[in-house]
T-cell receptor
């Protein structure tokens, strides 16, 4: 089945640690996105990539980093510089010619 | 002013009611419009997709886009308790560019 896979589903981070969230898609989509969702708020864009080896900052990129070395993969690293990382993180992808975005099932990150 | 405005609700209706959800936007370059449904602790799922202005119907769901008023709507007919979720509108001006989301409207349909 084609789709987007995010892992892990739940992640716990200690203060001062970097953690990496995985996002893989087998839809052959060119564009991939990372969003953050906090309770009662909409989706806020962290980073997005329209092509391999290229990505752009979204509205809340500070404290996050990404890479796009392969078309199917777009990992997100939450660094220790992100002061309030506890949130629900969603990865999405979108194909050429049609501006639909399909989402993964999310990773819930908690700082302990 | 935010790019996309959406009343967060909450909205509570009895089973069988017609539900109307709306978003307004400020960027006249938007031409791709989507509605997503998100159940608690899950990723959003695409419900309706519309390009440019007009109506689109899919079963009990109808999406409307009025570009002249910068206003989009989602209607749910014969609402069911299983429709209880958060509904997010999203829009974009290009095929691969970023999407702009509303805050989402929380809907509860009670039996």
């Amino acid at each position: 089945d084609g789709g987007i896979t995010q892992s892990p589903k739940y992640l716990f981070r200690k203060e001062g640690q970097n953690v990496t969230l995985s996002c893989e898609q087998n839809l052959n989509h060119d564009a991939m996105y990372w969003y953050r969702q906090d309770p009662g708020q909409g989706l806020r864009l962290i980073y997005y990539s329209q092509i391999v080896n290229d990505f752009q900052k979204g509205d809340i990129a500070e404290g996050y980093s990404v890479s796009r070395e392969k078309k199917e993969s777009f990992p997100l690293t939450v660094t220790s510089a992100q002061k309030n990382p506890t949130a629900f993180y969603l990865c999405a992808s979108s194909g050429q010619g049609r501006d639909e975005a399909f989402f993964g099932q999310g990773t819930r990150l908690t700082v302990v | 002013q935010k790019e996309v405005e959406q009343d967060p609700g909450p909205l509570s209706v009895p089973e069988g009611a017609i539900v109307s959800l709306n978003c307004t936007y400020s960027n006249s370059a938007f031409q791709y419009f989507m509605w997503y449904r998100q159940y608690s602790r899950k990723g959003p799922e695409l419900l309706m997709y519309t390009y440019s202005s007009g109506n689109k119907e899919d079963g009990r769901f109808t999406a409307q886009v009025d570009k002249s008023s910068k206003y989009i709507s989602l209607f749910i007919r014969d609402s069911q308790p299983s429709d209880s979720a958060t509904y997010l509108c999203a829009m974009s001006g290009s095929t691969l560019g970023r999407l702009y989301f509303g805050r989402g409207t929380q809907l509860t349909v009670w039996p």
